[in-house]
């Protein structure tokens, strides 16, 4: 039976801490402080997503939602016009409203799919921001600096996929009851009202070599329903995948380059 990357790289650590020293990383490292010392990720020239629908079902879905949500202190006003998302649910006509099939099947037209910000090879959001607090990184991450956002809102109207939210009030006075959890992740800063947020492949957390946050929260349930890595490596885990399967991407024709991709 074969093992994975990440079991592979335990099964290594163990054997070297026995070897060394006879103890067992139990008894050396603090619960998580052997994964955390895999440093699985490190630069890339391009990172990009794969969500397999195969292994997606809603409340893994549900799940990546509020591990993406509860670390970057996105607020749940509890209105549908007010509301604030990084990761969100929408039907496949909703999602893919291009690829038009009388003939598609009743579960892929029916099921939920997982959306976020695409992080396209060529961002129109970025063009169109006066200020640049919208900018696109050499690995591809197209982020914000929501202190130099002004509240034109011109990136949600370049937009294609909806992938930005406004803050129509103050994220931090967000009623407690519909945001368990409090108080705020002090890893992660607040914002202010009147700024556009969005998706940012955990750029935090990348920076450390760890996972998006939706990515290590669905792979608690399911290996392989969330891929990421650098697209521009052949030998990338996303690769892998994108060589086995078929995908398809949210309004590839618009020519935005979208760098997540959806095995169906």
């Not at 939210?165 to 108080?183: I, M, Q, T, V, Y």
Request: with cysteine.
């Amino acid at each position: 039976m074969g093992v994975n990357r990440r079991e592979f790289l335990k099964i290594a650590g163990l054997s070297t801490l026995v070897g060394l020293g006879g103890k067992t990383a139990f008894e050396l490292l603090a619960p998580g402080e052997l994964e955390a010392r895999e440093a699985p990720l490190g630069e890339a020239q391009k990172w990009g997503m794969v969500v397999d629908m195969h292994k997606m079902d809603e409340p893994l879905m549900d799940k990546c939602i509020e591990a993406c949500h509860r670390f970057h202190n996105v607020p749940n006003i509890g209105t549908p016009k007010e509301e604030v998302k990084w990761l969100w649910k929408e039907t496949y006509h909703h999602s893919f409203p291009g690829r038009e099939n009388e003939y598609l099947t009743e579960e892929v037209e029916e099921m939920p799919f997982l959306l976020l910000c695409n992080h396209c090879t060529n961002p129109p959001c970025v063009r169109v921001c006066p200020t640049k607090a919208t900018f696109k990184r050499e690995d591809g991450i197209v982020i914000m600096d929501m202190h130099r956002c002004i509240g034109c809102r011109f990136c949600m109207a370049a937009c294609p996929y909806g992938s930005r939210s406004f803050n129509w009030g103050d994220p931090r006075k967000a009623p407690e009851a519909l945001n368990p959890g409090f108080p705020w992740n002090p890893d992660y800063p607040t914002r202010s009202m009147g700024v556009v947020e969005k998706c940012n492949f955990c750029a935090e957390r990348l920076a450390k070599g760890q996972y998006p946050a939706c990515v290590e929260a669905a792979a608690e349930e399911v290996e392989g329903a969330l891929v990421f890595g650098d697209l521009a490596d052949p030998e990338s885990e996303p690769r892998a995948v994108l060589r086995e399967h078929y995908t398809i991407r949210r309004k590839p024709e618009l020519g935005t380059g979208p760098n997540v991709f959806y095995v169906i």
